[in-house]
């Protein structure tokens, strides 16, 4: 069997996986869903595999899908670098994924600092648990992601990311035995590992008293006063709650920018340039340490 890879095609299957369906990605293509559709049925056509079925009521990519997903990439990385070596301009569109720890204080500044730093990159951002971005980083279903306590040879560490309690204004610590009870995102969670493992460090007897899947969820429970919970928000403290001063300090998590198999270009190096200032910087041992 003989098939052709079109760039056409492959730009629509790159585009669902960046934008998250097919309904956007014709939208960010400025096309319509219906050739999108027939964009993938070509791909299928060529590659004899099935690549994006249906799930519930959106879509997934098949495992094929996924392999042909970081070949896409490739072959569009490539296409495009030559055609700006004579002298066509390209833009790029680079979709880098964030946890909702981080967004807040860091993507106003990243999207600033990238748009002078990367003029021919169009920055799309993706907001997700961190567990889904290391998956969709691995299948190259984002470019960056920006995570915490990341490891491996596509992680650069870019600084530190200090640590801070909340509460509602009328929330006062338990007295004696009493557990303190911790408001934090369901497992697995960087901030609900350190936030526990502080408060036991310290003999603090501690219980979750409440939990959710997003940080609107944490926020609304500490503000109904239901506990304390642990935030990365850059000393600025989020609507309607204080900072906790009567609980010992966490120690601060590392944030990494990783990349996904196959990223070429300065694109990393650009985001991980822009992060640096906003962060506290690791601390280095002295020689000899």
Known sequence: ??????????????????????????????????AVSQHVRRLESATGRALVVRHGR????????????????????????????FGVQVEETITIGSTEH???????????????????????F????????????????????????????????????????????????????????????????SLRTRALETLSG?????????????????QAAVAAGLGVALMATLGHAPQGLVPVSDLPTPEPLQLYVCSRPGLQGPIGQAVAGVLRPLLRPRPTLAVGA
């Not at 310290?202 to 944490?218: F, K, N, R, S, Y």
């Open 1 to 34: 069997m003989s098939g052709t890879l079109d760039i056409a095609p492959l730009r629509s299957l790159v585009a669902i996986a960046d934008c998250g369906g097919f309904q956007r990605a014709a939208s960010s293509l400025h096309l319509s869903q219906g």
């Open 202 to 218: 310290h003999d603090i007897p501690a219980v979750i008293g409440a939990e959710a899947t997003q940080l609107a969820g944490v």
């Open 126 to 189: 993706r907001l997700d648990r961190g567990a889904r971005l290391r998956e969709s980083v691995a299948t190259g279903a984002v470019d960056l992601a920006l995570l915490l306590q990341a490891e491996g040879p596509r992680a650069e560490l870019v600084g530190e990311l200090d640590l801070s309690w909340y509460a509602a204004p009328t929330w006062t610590r338990p007295d004696g035995s009493t557990p303190v009870p911790v408001v934090a995102f369901d497992n697995p969670c």
């Open 58 to 85: 959106g879509s997934r990519f098949t495992t094929d899908g996924e392999q042909l997903l970081v070949q896409a990439r490739r072959i569009l990385a490539l296409h495009d670098d030559t055609l700006r070596g």
């Open 102 to 124: 981080a967004a807040a204080q860091l993507l106003p500044a990243l999207a600033a600092g990238l748009a002078e730093a990367a003029p021919d990159h169009r920055v799309r």
